[in-house]
């Protein structure tokens, strides 16, 4: 063995630089997929964490998506990851009870709609599938809107078609709050569903082309969105509630509805919601932190025990292969044409090992390679099913708008 071989194998395993620059060619294929199709990720919350940042709060050109920001994303890192369109979520908290939802829902429809204008060398607003793949095309980011809960409606399909009308392209039925119409995955279920009212929300959605987002709602909410919509509906950050008992996650039931439906499951990387252990480990900690802090209002204080809590009873990392674990349980039971990617980036501390922020995106790809997907199911899983469930509804609104006229039903009239 010469002396440059025996260096070279030693640097191998040591794990040198000359390591890591050994290419990947499942990593490689990876990327060559994703040049060729739209990455669409269903939810991403930077419009709050602008909102939120501690230093300049709701100040879009303090936030510089064009160097590294404290968070999972800016511009840079958005390139590295391939991510083709991004639907930006314009999330209010149902808990907010000082001037209404609508303030606080109008700012951040404003903060996003800045955000998206700022950076026209890298994104570009988009309301349909079509602008998507052209913007795929620019070499651009395809920028949508998500309304995440419909408490921000306000009982009111009026201000429902306002929000359309200013780019929001889904909502999610519900957040963590049971409305006066559809109950919440994690709050008390009073309608055991939707309401007559709630209904009539979905069919209003379906007529406006705005895609019905079923995560965070409950099981019934689910199936009566299936039952009354015409329209593909999407889960747009949602994972399989057979591998991770979590309310959040979509049960087998509703994903072998899927097909008849259309419908997309957006896979997220919320830990808890792709790893059992997280989640037990959340649950004692945070049951934990309610008991030490019961009766205790002073600030201080309260960061010292959440900071004794924590280190005390730490919580371990979701790993990369879980969520692929996750994507393959939806193609299993619901079909190939019917699992997308909804990492819910800046709404999450900490992402999975491997998953950390938007440039890592390609690493999950590479999994789904080593495990022996094809180039055509990793398309479809891409971006490929969540464009064809945007054309379907497009289609289906372009029908209804010709049949019907905005419903102008009320909450009062439906479930008196």
């Known amino acids: ?58 100040d879009v050109a303090a936030y510089d998506l064009r ?12 390139k590295a990851g391939m991510v083709g369109a991004q639907f930006w979520s314009i999330y209010v908290p149902g808990e907010i009870r000082d001037s209404g939802f609508a303030r606080v829902q109008l700012e951040q429809f404003d903060i996003a709609r800045r955000l998206i204008a700022r950076y026209p060398e890298a994104l570009v607003p988009a309301l349909r599938a079509a602008d998507i793949e052209r913007a795929h095309a620019d070499g651009k980011v395809a920028s949508l809107l998500g309304l995440e809960g419909g408490h921000a409606i306000e009982n009111s399909l ?98 072998a509805r899927l097909p008849r439906n259309g419908g997309v499951v957006m896979v997220t990387f919320v830990p808890a919601f792709v790893s059992d252990e997280v989640n037990r480990a959340e649950q004692r900690r945070d049951a934990e932190l309610r008991r030490r802090l019961e009766g205790v209002r002073e600030p201080a204080e309260r960061r010292r025990i959440g900071q004794e809590v924590r280190a005390a009873l ?72 969540l464009l064809r469930a945007m054309r379907r509804a497009e289609e289906v609104a372009v029908r209804l708008q010709a049949e019907r006229e905005p419903s102008t039903a009320t909450i009062q009239q439906l479930d008196r």
Request: hydrophobic share 40%.
């Open 158 to 255: 009026g201000a429902l078609r306002a929000y359309h009308a200013l780019g929001a392209r889904y909502m999610t039925l519900t957040h963590n709050v049971t409305l006066d119409w559809a109950d919440a995955g994690s709050d008390e279920h009073r309608h055991g569903g939707l309401t007559a009212f709630g209904r009539e929300v979905v069919r209003e959605m379906n007529r406006l082309g705005m895609l019905v987002d079923l995560s965070h709602v409950s099981d019934g909410v689910m199936s009566d969105a299936l039952d009354v919509g015409e329209s593909p509906v999407i889960f747009s950050h949602s994972s399989a509630r057979a591998l991770t008992s979590h309310t959040r996650n979509v049960p087998d039931s509703i994903l």
């Open 67 to 78: 160097e590294r920001t404290p968070g999972h994303t800016d511009l840079a890192r958005l």
């Open 314 to 385: 730490p919580v371990p990392r979701a790993t990369i292969a879980q969520v692929a674990d996750h994507i393959e349980h939806v193609r299993r039971v619901a079909g190939v044409d019917h699992v997308g990617i909804g990492s819910d980036f800046d709404g999450i501390d900490i992402g999975p090992v491997g998953l950390e922020d938007v440039s890592t995106f390609p690493n999950l790809f590479a999994e789904l390679v080593r495990r022996g997907w094809s180039d055509g199911d990793l398309r479809k899983l891409a971006g490929g099913n």
């Open 1 to 58: 063995m010469t002396p440059c071989i025996r260096f070279a194998l030693v640097a191998l395993a040591a794990g040198s630089p000359l390591a890591a620059q050994q290419p990947d060619p499942a990593l490689e294929r990876a990327r060559r997929v994703l040049a060729s199709v739209p990455l669409v990720d269903g939810h991403n919350d930077l419009p709050w964490e602008i909102r939120a940042n501690r230093q300049h709060p709701r």
